[in-house]
């Protein structure tokens, strides 16, 4: 897409252009789902856009939760980020090996942090890679920075929070599984879960925000996408998911399209479906 906003998205020639600024920082965010068999770090270790360092979103969470990948402690985020390297006055770009996928919910955290230089690279790691850019197996070594969190509640949101919503009609529900999940003909990856959809949600896969190359569609074309999914945007907006991760890209195109009034179902299906 045509990109207006450098701190919400930006393309493989702006990053390129600023790769070596003294203040951006890259962030490998890959995560696959567990039917994948993959291992999103060994990845990173063989391959990476140059000075990215590797953000694992299993383990930066919350490791008190049987639920997977859920918003960490505030002050575990701060501790492990800021050993990462990233913190105050960096301009953070996110990127995946898949496109756009788990880069946005490494977004949605740091947005939820409260650290709002924050951008994903349209079209990912696979976009990079065929445009014959440059990669890297030597791994950055970055001085720590001080990551101050001024937590925004407001873009996260509880089972309690959401199952009201879904009874009372209060905000518009929408799920970024495939069709064949949220209408509960296909099982889900994860095991122990059972099939369907939160009552009184839509179904807006999140694949049909994007292009044939893995980028954003145009705002006028997502607005129509999420019109043609029932959505009306003049409510608020809770968008949902298998584990919150693609979820995250809803909320990527909601602020992208300008909608402000949105925030994420955190525990999504992994915990709707088990109870």
Not at 20 to 26: S, Y
Not at 189 to 208: A, E, V, Y
Request: hydrophobic share 35%.
């Amino acid at each position: 897409m045509t990109i207006n906003n450098p701190q919400t998205l930006v393309s493989t020639e702006w990053l390129n252009h600023h790769l070596n600024d003294l203040d951006l920082r890259i962030v490998d965010a890959s995560w696959y789902l567990p039917s994948a068999n993959r291992d999103p770090y060994s990845d990173y270790l063989q391959a990476h856009i140059p000075g990215a360092v590797f953000f694992d979103i299993d383990e930066i969470s919350d490791q008190s939760s049987s639920l997977p990948h859920m918003v960490p402690p505030v002050e575990l985020f701060a501790s492990k980020v800021s050993q990462l390297g990233l913190g105050d006055g960096h301009e953070i770009v996110v990127y995946d090996t898949s496109g756009v996928f788990s880069a946005a919910r490494v977004w949605w955290l740091f947005k939820l942090m409260g650290h709002n230089e924050v951008s994903v690279l349209d079209g990912g790691y696979p976009k990079w890679l065929a445009e014959g850019r440059l990669v890297t197996d030597t791994l950055p070594h970055l001085s720590k920075r001080h990551f101050t969190v001024r937590k925004q509640s407001h873009l996260v949101k509880s089972y309690e929070e959401v199952a009201k919503a879904s009874e009372e009609c209060t905000s518009v529900i929408i799920d970024a599984r495939s069709s064949l999940r949220f209408r509960g003909l296909e099982e889900e990856p994860r095991k122990g879960l059972r099939s369907g959809n939160i009552p009184n949600s839509k179904n807006l896969p999140f694949q049909d925000l994007l292009t044939n190359d893995g980028t954003f569609k145009e705002v006028p074309e997502l607005k129509n996408t999420f019109a043609e999914a029932g959505v009306d945007l003049a409510h608020p907006v809770i968008t949902t998911c298998g584990s919150g991760v693609t979820a995250a890209v809803l909320s990527l195109a909601l602020t992208l399209m300008g909608h402000d009034n949105h925030s994420l179902y955190d525990g999504s299906w992994a915990e709707w479906g088990s109870k």
